[in-house]
Every structure is written in structure tokens, then in C-alpha cells.
């Protein structure tokens, strides 16, 4: 018969059910009962871990909205609603709206990728949406509304709708609107700003041999030879 060794009354845990000696519980169960209880501890907490180390970068790397201000442009209304429109066209836009009375221009839906890096083109520019199916296109449209603050004051505003494309399981499609994060209302209201401010004069490149006009040939001026010599 194996004898129980003394036990230090400091060192008991008292619960609802009685009392409890670390070394009791040792000897009474054993060292492989307390190990299966270990294991069976140290699996839980992994995968919580796992499933935690999963979840957690897809949350870090989802981006919060943040769309610009209006800016206020010390011009005339009619050059400030004239220049963005040409910015609008020359991004790529077409204009399917303009509405002078109105105080406003909108274009038609621009489609800015398709395919498969659809979805890291579209969360760059948009909040992405959770789906049952694939993204396979994505699309956005601007608005600019020009505001009269006086006769030498103009208000802008930019406004972006963005939609995706979303392909069901069935096959199904079908445009599902989106929460812009402001980037494309920034790049526009920029590029206004640089055409509006006159920034965008860049110094014309200095002109090489090629890019040189013809000089006329004086016959009475003798020619310079490659090896130095003279042409006679």
C-alpha cells in the first residue's frame, strides 16, 4: 500500500465542492491524468489563436472613409465650370451631364478594371462588400457640383458613385453599390486645383541635335570634314 505523504494545510484550494491539495490531486489521479488535461488545454488555446491570427489582419487592413472637403477657388464660375469639365474629360470621363443652371456635371460610369485583380484594384478606391459570389468588374462615376460663393468666388464639390459587379454562384450579375473611401473625389478635386492654380506649367524639354531646325548651307563657307580637314 502506498502512503500519502503530509500535506501542507497552507497550500490547500477551497472551492464549492471542498477542499483540494495539488499533491493530492497528483497522487491520487496520477501524472498522466493531469498531462491529458494539459494537452487537451494547451489544443484549445492554439486553436483560438490560429482562428484569432486569421481574423485579425483581415479587420487591420479594412481602410475607413474619408472624403475630401469642397475647396473654394478664387475664380469666376464659368472658368472654374469650364476647367472641370476639360480635367473630367482629359481623366478619361465622359461627360454625360452638364447642367449650368443647375450648378452641376456628372459623367457616365467609367469602367476602371475586370478580371481577376478586380477585387485589390476596387479596395483601393471603394469599402469592400462581404458576397456570396466573385467581384469581376468595377466601376465608378463622378459628379462635380460648382457652387457661386461671389462673383470672383467658386465652390467645388466631388462626389463619386462607385459600384461592382458581383457574379452570383448561379451565374447571376448584378451592380452593387459601394462605400467610396474618397480617393477618386481627391484625385479629381486635385488635378482641378494644379489646372485652376497654374501648376501645371512644365518647362518645355531643351531640344537635341534631332529636334534642331535645318540651317541653310552658306556655299561660300567652306564644310568641316570628320577627320578636321576642309571640303573644297
Request: aromatic share 8%; charged share 25%.
Amino acid at each position: 500500500m502506498r502512503l500519502l505523504r503530509p500535506v501542507n494545510l497552507r497550500r490547500l484550494t477551497c472551492r464549492a465542492g471542498g477542499c483540494y491539495h495539488p499533491r493530492m490531486i497528483s497522487q491520487t489521479f496520477g501524472c498522466g491524468f493531469i498531462g491529458k488535461i494539459s494537452r487537451r488545454l494547451f489544443t484549445s488555446l492554439a486553436a483560438a489563436l490560429f482562428l484569432f491570427c486569421l481574423t485579425a489582419p483581415l479587420g487591420a487592413q479594412q481602410q475607413k472613409p474619408d472624403l475630401p472637403d469642397p475647396i473654394k477657388f478664387m475664380n469666376t464660375y464659368d472658368q472654374v465650370l469650364n476647367m472641370t469639365r476639360a480635367v473630367m474629360e482629359d481623366m478619361g470621363f465622359d461627360v454625360e451631364l452638364d447642367d449650368r443652371r443647375g450648378w452641376k456635371i456628372v459623367t457616365r460610369p467609367y469602367e476602371f478594371i475586370t478580371g481577376s485583380l478586380t477585387v485589390n484594384e476596387m479596395e483601393k478606391v471603394a469599402v469592400n462588400k462581404a458576397i456570396l459570389g466573385s467581384w469581376t468588374k468595377a466601376r465608378y462615376k463622378a459628379e462635380a457640383v460648382i457652387e457661386i460663393v461671389s462673383p470672383k468666388e467658386t465652390m467645388v464639390t466631388i462626389n463619386a458613385e462607385i459600384q461592382g459587379l458581383s457574379r452570383d454562384v448561379d451565374g447571376t450579375e448584378k451592380w452593387i453599390a459601394l462605400e467610396s473611401l474618397g480617393v477618386v473625389e481627391r484625385r479629381v478635386l486635385g488635378r482641378i486645383s494644379v489646372k485652376l492654380l497654374g501648376m501645371d506649367a512644365t518647362p518645355e524639354p531643351r531640344k537635341g541635335f534631332w529636334g534642331q531646325k535645318p540651317q541653310p548651307v552658306n556655299p561660300r563657307q567652306p564644310g568641316t570634314l570628320p577627320g578636321g580637314g576642309t571640303a573644297r
